[in-house]
């Protein structure tokens, strides 16, 4: 058979069922195989589009899917949507065409900076954001090396791989590609050092991250923590794993967490870490002055997120965590009582300190975007997928949405990459077209990827797009000020940049639209969206001057010089009166 129908054949028996494309003519025969596949093929309008749709896919099927791109152009125009599944640990297989062999740059001799049509040197662009890369020059490297590719990808902390493969190979013949077996490795899981620490404790918290989802570990997760009785602090990556309203479940911490959870997390005395690698964001930039007393486990599947500047790790466990989760000995804890104490401490300062104490933007045809966070979390479907772009719309969300049944939530929360949302959107549809699909971007970031609206119209997608406008780049805004004194710099209207009218752009696409400019419309037009079987999109005016609170912030010192204090210390500062109070209740 050709080459390019084995490949397809291959990943079609791993239980690869969505295409995410843009067609072009180094990929020829792989089009070709593709057209006679059972993978379906969803063809988009930019390459970046396809691999954050590819991203979004993982997130709700658990499995991969297949990218598959032309050369040159196509390459580099991918790359950042395959970066940020890289760094959130998401599974991906990238195939991309090549000019024939004989026309490739590498093997031309010399220092050319191209040789063929479209060509570029694919491997040294993708090699640091992969995986797995290889350029399969030979037919007899394909069985061997398309086995490889499937195990780095779905093994150990999950990742994209970038299989190359030039024209003419592409229609070389070959035999069926005979899968081989994986192996299991094992761990040392280090449970006795576990339970004497948990023992040893009066102050635990259990911090979960996005590996509880990359390791299908969301149930016994769910069950560990249940049964132990140890607060719960999630990072973005796995704001969704409990409920809100979970009597366990504090809510997500770091620079813009919120109060209660950093105070538990710098007050403990044991962090029980699982599926997290502890970025920035969630330590805060000063990381010595991160949860200062505290002993820290860390269960990870990567050894190196556990040995870094950063974080001391005092007790490191590199294990898969769904494994190590269902063996933990659970019935050797000893301190149900104390810990359940120290929760019933946390949850009476949650409820006295949660984001209903900080102050709401009130500005005419402006709603402030907590009310809108409001709003869509007590009106979307309880089985929702809702996902987000990046600045106010990443942030607000993670930091406001009370979820209250099982909506899944995600973004591309390592690269931020403005322009996630839309294709993440698409991709996440099309994991699982019962389940009702949500976007919230920004205006910034909407328009970086706002082509694919035609993708939505195609494919008679049903998502909900609800746009925070505030006509500009509000995070960087926000930045600015702080930082500048207000000297904006292509960040606002004053400064070089504005926004369109989204809904005069959905009509062009014919996509049905509408504009809230209260609480009381937006929270009628969302009533209204749920029961819509086709796109909709609800821009929603937002003020330039929202402020994302609270936050930890960075101050200046009086020669210019900034400095950051640990993640308890949130602006707006509480006062001494409140701090106290905190202090009484904890003590």
């Not at 025969?29 to 988009?44: G, K, P, V």
């Not at 069985?143 to 024209?167: C, D, K, M, S, Y």
């Not at 016994?220 to 794993?241: K, Q």
Request: with cysteine; hydrophobic share 40%.
């Amino acid at each position: 058979m050709k080459l390019s129908d084995a490949v397809l054949n291959f990943l079609a028996a791993k239980g690869v069922e969505k295409c995410f494309s843009v067609t072009g003519g180094a990929a020829a025969h792989i089009f070709d195989s593709l057209s006679r596949s059972s993978i379906e093929t969803i063809h988009m309008h930019h390459e970046q589009s396809c691999a954050m749709a590819a991203d979004g896919y993982a997130r709700i099927a658990k499995k991969p899917a297949l990218v598959v791109i032309t050369n040159g152009p196509g390459v580099s125009n991918a790359i950042t949507g395959v970066l940020g599944a890289f760094q959130d640990s998401i599974p991906m297989i990238v195939i991309s065409g090549q000019v024939p062999t004989t026309q490739m740059l590498s093997n031309s001799g010399g220092a050319k900076r191209q040789f063929g049509v479209q060509e570029v040197e694919t491997g040294p662009l993708v090699s640091s954001i992969v995986k797995y890369f290889v350029c399969i020059q030979h037919e007899s490297e394909l069985q061997e090396q398309l086995n490889h590719a499937w195990e780095f990808a779905t093994t150990g902390r999950p990742g994209p791989v970038w299989i190359e493969i030039p024209l003419n190979i592409q229609a070389r013949e070959v035999e069926q590609i005979q899968m081989t077996a994986i192996l299991s490795t094992d761990t040392t899981p280090r449970y006795r050092e576990c339970i004497e620490a948990i023992n040893s404790s009066r102050k635990p918290i259990l911090v979960i991250g996005a590996g509880v989802h990359t390791s299908n570990s969301e149930n016994e997760l769910i069950r560990f923590a249940t049964l132990l009785r140890i607060p719960v602090v999630s990072t973005w990556g796995a704001n969704d794993i409990f409920p809100a309203e979970h009597s366990l479940y504090l809510g997500n911490f770091g620079i813009l967490g919120n109060r209660i959870p950093n105070i538990a997390v710098q007050e403990s005395d044991l962090l029980l870490i699982l599926g997290s690698r502890m970025s920035i964001p969630n330590t805060g930039y000063e990381t010595k002055l991160f949860s200062p007393n505290s002993f820290k486990i860390m269960v990870n599947i990567d050894s190196d997120e556990m040995n870094k500047s950063s974080l001391e790790v005092n007790l490191a466990i590199e294990s898969d965590l769904k494994k190590w989760l269902i063996h933990f000995p659970l019935e050797e804890i000893e301190k149900g009582e104390i810990f359940e104490r120290w929760n019933s401490k946390l949850n009476s300062l949650s409820e006295e300190f949660g984001l209903h104490r900080e102050e709401i933007i009130y500005e005419a045809r402006k709603i402030d975007s907590y009310d809108v966070i409001e709003c869509i979390s007590k009106l979307i479907e309880s089985d929702a997928t809702l996902v987000t772009d990046m600045g106010t719309s990443f942030t607000c969300t993670m930091q406001a949405f009370r979820n209250l049944h099982k909506t899944r939530l995600f973004t591309s929360s390592g690269t931020s990459s403005m322009g996630f949302g839309l294709p993440g959107a698409i991709g996440a549809y099309f994991a699982d077209p019962k389940r009702p699909i949500y976007l919230i971007a920004g205006d910034g970031g909407f328009q970086m990827n706002l082509q694919e609206l035609q993708t939505v119209k195609y494919h008679r997608i049903p998502i909900k797009i609800i746009i925070l406008n505030s006509d500009g780049y509000l995070a960087v805004s926000i930045m600015q000020q702080n930082l500048f004194e207000g000297k904006f710099v292509g960040s606002n209207p004053q400064s070089g940049l504005d926004s369109p009218r989204f809904t005069k752009i959905a009509k062009a696409f014919g996509i049905k639209s509408r504009e809230a400019l209260t609480k009381k419309k937006l929270e009628r037009y969302l009533r209204k969206i749920r029961k819509r079987q086709s796109g909709y999109l609800l821009e929603v005016q937002i003020s330039s001057k929202q402020l994302m609170r609270p936050r930890s912030q960075s101050l200046r010192k009086s020669d210019g010089t900034m400095y950051s204090k640990g993640i308890e210390v949130m602006w707006p500062f509480l006062s001494q009166k409140d701090l106290d109070f905190i202090q009484s209740k904890l003590g």
